[in-house]
Each structure stands twice: as structure tokens, then as C-alpha cells.
């Protein structure tokens, strides 16, 4: 279950503290049968910004749950509002280096998999293959009545078309691609409805309050299970839904290597926590390996 998150999580007394040593994770990367579990903090370079660390985004915002979505047509109006003006930078935003690394590592046949907390598609922009989208994708929306998916852009072109001139100045954009807007920007903001029975349209994606697919859970284990090692990318695994495939690896004797800024709920269980920029990491991690990354999409 993905609950709502919790918002003054900080590191206990004792964890390790980190490093700039990047030899440990090069190490298991040449070895190959690594697993990628990425979050946020690998998407921050190419404009969208992390829910924690320094200026992130649940320190001014908590995002919608499942329960206020489904519960009241105000709320989906306030959503849709918030999401529909968001779409409009989170859709343009790019692949960077983080990303075009990974998807050189797979392409040399280094990976097991890769797990992604994120919405945004990049991984996939950036050429990986076979990325599981624990939390699902804002690229795609779902009817919650008949079950059809419809492209988001195609929605984006029926909301433009039903708030001819919505154009707010938002505060700020967040990771789940929702813009901040205030109750009277929102105004009268009209909510489409599924074009095929008319039902409520939901993003498929993951709420806050919501369970990840068990099926799609089922995989990830599976990929934990196959893999000879768990290497952690821009997550400070607050929530569940990521921290237990860190622990899965760790009772299986399987190395966890963690990079990411700041201390992460899976320390404790890591090898070691590379405390650096993901870009910049992971761009000279493929150096040292010689692994070409190229300037990717």
C-alpha cells in the first residue's frame, strides 16, 4: 500500500555517511546482473524536482490521495486543473545524463532490470527497455469505469479545447507533474470525461493511497530474485513501495549500493551510499568502464 508520505522523516544516529568513492559501484556494474531501482532524484536534472532533500516539493505540497480523488468531483476538477497546466513542462522534459547512462549499461547487457518509482517515461526516452513502471506512467490515462487507456496527449487536447485560455502562473511544478495552483486559479476549470462510456478519468498512475498492482509487485520480486546485485538511483525509499525490494536484496545476501544526495531509509542495508549528483556519477562511472553513453534523445 502507498500511503500518504510521510513528511519529517530524518536519519537515525549511526548510519554511514556518504561518500564520493564511486569504485564500489563501478565494481558491481562490471560484474554485471545489476538491478536499477530509480526515483525522483534521478529526474531533478532535467527540470522536474524531488519530493525530498533540499527544496522539495512535500515541503510545501502533499500530494492527492486515491480516496480524495475518487471521493469528490471538486477534488477531480482541482487535480485535473493542477495536472493539465503541469502537463505542459512535464511532457517536454527530456532524458539527461543519469538516464542515457543507465540505458548505455543495459545496452552493454550489465543490467538485470530497472525498476523506476518515477512517472515521467524518461528511462524509456533515453532508451531502456524493459523498465517497470512500479508506480505507473503520466503518459497514459485510465478510465476508472470501462478500464480504457487513452494517451495523454490525447486528453491534453480535449482539456485545451474544453478551458479555451487557462493559462495560471503556477508556483511550482511537482514530481507527480501537478503544478501548484491556488482554489481561485483553479476557478471553473471543466473536467472531460471518458470518451468512450462517459466515466471518470483517473492517470495511470499510482496514488498516494493506493496499492501498486500485485502483479506488477510480483515482478519486481521476480527481478530481485534474478539479479546479483541492487543499485539504488535518486531514492530516499520513505515510502514502502520501494524500500522493500531494498530489504528483499539484503536478506539474500545481495550487495545494495545506494547514490543519492542525501541519507535514505536503506543506509543501513547498503554497502555504500555515493552522496553526488546522478548525472555527474553515473556519466563517470560509464568513463571508467567504458561504456558509451552518447548524448542519447
Not at 560484474?31 to 522536474?48: D, N, Y
Not at 546485485?229 to 515510502?239: E, I, W
Request: net charge neutral; hydrophobic share 40%.
Amino acid at each position: 500500500m502507498r500511503t500518504r508520505p510521510t513528511l519529517s522523516w530524518s536519519p537515525p544516529e549511526g548510519l554511514p555517511p556518504g561518500t564520493t568513492d564511486l569504485g564500489p559501484v563501478a565494481d558491481v556494474l562490471a560484474a554485471g546482473g545489476v538491478l536499477v531501482l530509480s526515483g525522483a532524484g534521478i529526474s531533478t536534472e532535467s527540470g522536474i524536482p524531488d519530493y525530498r532533500g533540499e527544496g522539495g516539493s512535500l515541503s510545501r505540497h502533499t500530494p492527492m490521495t486515491y480516496q480524495e480523488f475518487v471521493g469528490a468531483e471538486r477534488a477531480r476538477r482541482r487535480y485535473w486543473a493542477r495536472s493539465h497546466l503541469g502537463w505542459r513542462t512535464f511532457g517536454r522534459a527530456r532524458p539527461n545524463a543519469g538516464h542515457r547512462a543507465v540505458a548505455a549499461f543495459g545496452r552493454q547487457g550489465l543490467l538485470a532490470g530497472v525498476i523506476t518509482q518515477n512517472v515521467d517515461g524518461l528511462h524509456q526516452a533515453a532508451g531502456s527497455a524493459g523498465v517497470v513502471e512500479l508506480h505507473g506512467s503520466l503518459g497514459r490515462v485510465v478510465c476508472l469505469s470501462c478500464d480504457s487507456v487513452v494517451p495523454r496527449g490525447e486528453l491534453a487536447r480535449r482539456l485545451e479545447e474544453a478551458n479555451a485560455g487557462f493559462a495560471p502562473v503556477a508556483a511550482a511544478l511537482n514530481p507527480d507533474g501537478d503544478a501548484d495552483l491556488t482554489d481561485e486559479q483553479v476557478g471553473d476549470f471543466r473536467v472531460v470525461p471518458c470518451g468512450v462510456c462517459g466515466g471518470v478519468l483517473k492517470p495511470d498512475v499510482v496514488f498516494f493511497g493506493e496499492s501498486v498492482p500485485p502483479p506488477r509487485v510480483a515482478l519486481c520480486r521476480e527481478l530481485v530474485g534474478g539479479a546479483a546485485s541492487l543499485l539504488v538511483l535518486g531514492s530516499s525509499l520513505t515510502v514502502m513501495s520501494g524500500l522493500r525490494f531494498v530489504r528483499e536484496a539484503a536478506r539474500a545476501g545481495k550487495p545494495v549500493l545506494i547514490v543519492n544526495r542525501d541519507p535514505t531509509r536503506g543506509d543501513g542495508l547498503a554497502v555504500t551510499r555515493v552522496a553526488a549528483p546522478l548525472g555527474t556519477a553515473l556519466t563517470a562511472v560509464a568513463e571508467r568502464l567504458a561504456v558509451p553513453v552518447g548524448e542519447g534523445a
